[in-house]
């Protein structure tokens, strides 16, 4: 396994990937359906002179009452209607990094020294209200929101650093005792990879140590997923791992011989038993079943 510098992903990753794997994520059909793979799927490009701001994107989030596209992009955020694109800037005019909708006219950001959430206000434009600005100290220098997961009623806020909660109005802290490298949800579980020390679960401010959570202590794991009955992990660099009993085992097949060859850098699950992969070096794929991969 080969070690990875905690910010190595910040000036490596191609967003071309990101972005690929995203927005199929979108356009594919809601996870516990069954997926066809027969026929050709409907795709459509909107280029920087589409949606009026910076080429690079770093999120997308799917708000599943109204249909409307939120984006994290180098300028703001940005939402599209299937029509119309607007954009919506952060006091500090930086980057939104990580998104999230509630569903419920929420839409949780973070970026650069800087998290909240933007909601409709009266005049029907979307307002932005800090929720970092509130924390009892500032927000450390150079800190950076990096993934956002609503667990229950719990809001969590990932950096390298720490994890923010957000809960019924209130904010606490707590920091990690390594550096947080990918925090994941499962299951109704939240578990997350910290630096030289492994998987580890995490819950209302709590990091322990998972069976078997070592295995991956020079490796780094950013895909937590069950694959029919198995419980499974992708890692950037070291391909996918298959849990037998109190063990982690790589898994040797023809889809973790291509993540290791190209660097996993997103997953999203579709179904119990169709997972598709976003790499930094050959686009998005989709594994089925048996692990036989299908290009994007």
Not at 134 to 147: C, D, G, R, T, V
Request: charge should be positive; include cysteine; aromatic fraction near 14%.
């Amino acid at each position: 396994m080969r070690n990875i510098a905690p910010f190595q992903e910040k000036q490596r990753v191609r967003l071309a990937a990101v972005h690929a794997l995203l927005f199929m994520g979108m356009l594919l059909p809601a996870y516990g359906q069954p997926v066809p793979f027969t026929g050709n799927y409907f795709f459509k490009n909107y280029d920087k002179g589409a949606y009026k701001a910076h080429s690079q994107n770093w999120d997308l989030h799917q708000d599943t009452t109204t249909g409307f596209l939120y984006i994290g992009n180098n300028q703001g955020l940005l939402s599209f209607d299937g029509t119309r694109w607007q954009t919506y800037l952060l006091p500090s005019r930086l980057p939104v990094r990580a998104v999230l909708s509630d569903h419920q006219g929420k839409v949780y950001v973070g970026g650069y020294e800087e998290f909240g959430f933007f909601e409709v206000a009266k005049t029907g434009a979307l307002e932005y209200i800090s929720l970092s600005d509130s924390l009892p100290q500032k927000i450390a220098n150079n800190e950076e929101i990096w993934q956002i997961i609503r667990q229950d009623s719990t809001v969590h806020f990932q950096s390298f650093t720490a994890i923010y909660e957000y809960k019924d109005g209130q904010l606490t802290t707590h920091k990690g005792p390594s550096y947080l490298l990918y925090l994941m949800s499962n299951q109704g579980q939240l578990a997350v990879h910290l630096q030289n020390m492994g998987l580890y679960a995490y819950k209302n401010g709590d990091y322990q140590l998972m069976e078997g959570g070592s295995t991956f202590k020079n490796s780094r794991v950013i895909a937590w997923f069950n694959f029919g009955a198995n419980e499974m992990v992708g890692t950037t660099l070291d391909g996918l791992f298959k849990k037998a009993g109190k063990i982690w085992g790589s898994w040797n097949c023809e889809a973790s011989e291509f993540l290791r060859k190209n660097q996993l850098n997103r997953s999203v699950q579709l179904s119990d038993t169709t997972m598709m992969f976003g790499t930094i070096k050959d686009g998005a794929s989709w594994s089925i079943k048996k692990a036989k991969f299908w290009s994007i």
